[in-house]
């Protein structure tokens, strides 16, 4: 049985494609834009403009030559979808059921890590706005704010966690403890990212954010990790010939800034360095198996969902080891240069496991079309990744806003015109392979 959810617009919203467009038009009587581009790539020149060129290559930028996100949006081309006529649609219910929770629109946000970079209310900003629109969020291992600050402004809105396996299955299981204090409804273990990717226009700009001690906030306020540092000796050294001038010390002082214990505090005691420090060094296990799954398993009954999966073998032995679900992700072209995009992935995988694991799908979702293809595939929600930071970029928390509710209507609307009323009739048999 399936339970409702308790938020606002969990009832069916069977005119939420109509109400934003005329929302939008009529504002248009008064000469007002909408706030932040509805198109992507104007969504995405906006947020370049508001953003440091460090911010945007890092959202924007993906490994080697960016050939996998190139391919995540080629996917989508290679399915067209064949509308059907006189079919009543005048109410629908873009409603999907997920874990036995219902949810009123096919949308989660993806963990995106160190959200700062794109505005300072960070993680705050995004989880008002998922609160706002009834869209549940995936805390980001990698978040700028702790977990717990998020929960508190999601309110009944639910949650989900994203894990990095650390190297500590100490730190793991506190972490996973929190989540579930939290009232996170699942975990989501990220496997695709045991080694960071070779991003090139980070590389360039010899920029990474977790260096000067942003998105580690999950790390900072963990008491496994505090107890871990203190046990630490200070005085290590971070890598080879560290040359210390005028910007080293403007990243020391980033570093104390973005510390929880205050800026002087943790400058003069050093504690902000030992844990980026301590964080490069156990943020994640590149030796990680299946069989370390079982350890997972026992640290919580909540259900396991496995990001990162292309191969359908993989996708095999995540029902093999028990795990409730998997999201097909290539992590948005950021982890292997010429990876197999997503959306073609999706197909077999669907049919190799749809009945036994729930399928989310991440990478490549720019428009309602995209989102209608890959449910038509096999997927039971999507993940929505960049768009939603563009629009936090853009706009904050009103921004975030204006991405879900776009999003939800271009759905909405698709859905309707293609002649389906609801998710269930969003079929395979509404595409042709071109
Ligand atoms: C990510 N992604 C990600 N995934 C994850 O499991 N943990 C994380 O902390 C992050 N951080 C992160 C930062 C940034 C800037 C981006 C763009 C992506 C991957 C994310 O969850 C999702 O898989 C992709 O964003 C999907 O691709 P598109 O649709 O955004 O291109």
Redesign the pocket.
Known sequence: MSKPLSTPGAERTPGIGRERQTEIYVRGISAQAPRVPVDFAALEARAREAMSPEAFA?????AGMERT?VA?RQGFEKWAIVPRMLRDVSVRDTSVEIFGTRYPSPYML??????E??HPEADLAVARAARRESVPM?F????SVPMEECARELGETPRFF?L?WSVSNELVKSLVARAEKAGCEAI?V?L??TLLGWRTRDLDLAYLPFLRGK?IAQYTSDPVFRRLLKEDELDQEVGPERKVNLATIRVLMELAGNYPDGFFKSLTSGEALAAVRKFTGIYSRPSLTWEDLSFLRECTDLPIVL??ITAVEDARLAKEHGMDGI?V??????QVDGALS?IEALPAIAEAVGEDLTIFF?????TGADVFKALALGADAV?????Y?YGLAAGGEEGVVEVLRNFKADFDLTMGLAGCRSVAEVKASRLHAR
Do not use: W
């Open positions: 890092y959202v924007a930028g993906g996100m995540n993806a963990p995106i890590g160190v959200l970079m794109a995936i980001s291992n990698q978040a994203q990095y989501v990220t695709d990212t998105g990001k990162g999201v992700s290539n992590h948005g072209g950021r997503s991440d990478s490549g979702i720019r993940l929505l990744g960049r768009p930071v």
